[in-house]
């Protein structure tokens, strides 16, 4: 049984999709879910659904604590799914090609540090653009710049709210991402 880590700093309705997901699967579960916020209503999402959370402090994701974590979970991939902390390299070399993140946009556009969220579909909307969309890509040491491994695409209708286009994106990535991450975990 493939195991997936997913972390997560907010709410955490990718996570609790993911973990649904892969509750029927035979081939793969979400092993547990790594949290930098202990106020994050991701933290009940999973226990609600039996994964249990690890809560870390800025400290212990750099000083090889989470590393530790990971290993002891024996985690094949590692997805972020709303994470707003940069994943340390010592992370990223022991898990090279194995960390994925979803990002609420079609980078390289609406990408970069401070581009998360609500702060992109406000943008969005305020520039009267006609398309978005998700991109799932591979993380590297820069904010938003790795690989793209998926993207798809909505249209933004000219009445829509910052809201409007939050709640597509969000249909778009429950859509996807679990089926991205099964695809991946074949070859792993
Ligand atoms: C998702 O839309 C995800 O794409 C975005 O945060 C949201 C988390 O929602 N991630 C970023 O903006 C990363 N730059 P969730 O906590 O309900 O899954």
Redesign the pocket.
């Known amino acids: 049984m493939k195991q997936i880590a997913i972390f ?1 700093s ?6 609790e999709n993911i973990i649904k997901y892969f509750s029927e699967s035979e081939e793969a579960r979400v092993g547990a879910v790594f949290c930098n916020n202990p106020k994050a209503g ?1 933290i009940d999402k999973a226990h609600k659904l039996g994964v249990r959370c690890i809560v870390f402090d800025p400290h212990q994701l750099a000083d090889g604590y989470v590393l530790a974590k990971l290993k002891d979970c024996r985690a094949d991939l590692i997805v972020l ?2 994470f707003l902390k940069k994943i340390p390299t010592e992370i990223l070399d022991e898990y090279e090609d194995r960390v994925i993140n ?3 946009s079609l980078l390289p556009d609406y990408g970069g540090e401070g ?3 609500m702060h ?1 579909h406000r943008a969005i909307v305020e520039n009267e653009e006609e398309e978005t969309g998700i991109t799932i890509h591979y993380v590297s040491d820069d904010y938003d710049e790795g690989e793209i491994i998926f993207q798809e695409a909505i249209e933004v209708d000219f009445e829509d709210s910052p809201e409007d286009v939050q709640y597509k ?2 249909q778009l ?1 429950h859509k996807h991402y679990p089926e991205v991450i099964e695809y991946l975990l074949r070859d792993l």
């Open positions: 997560s907010g709410s955490g309705t990718n996570a991701v799914a709303g979803i990002h609420p581009m998360y969220g992109i994106v969000q990535e």
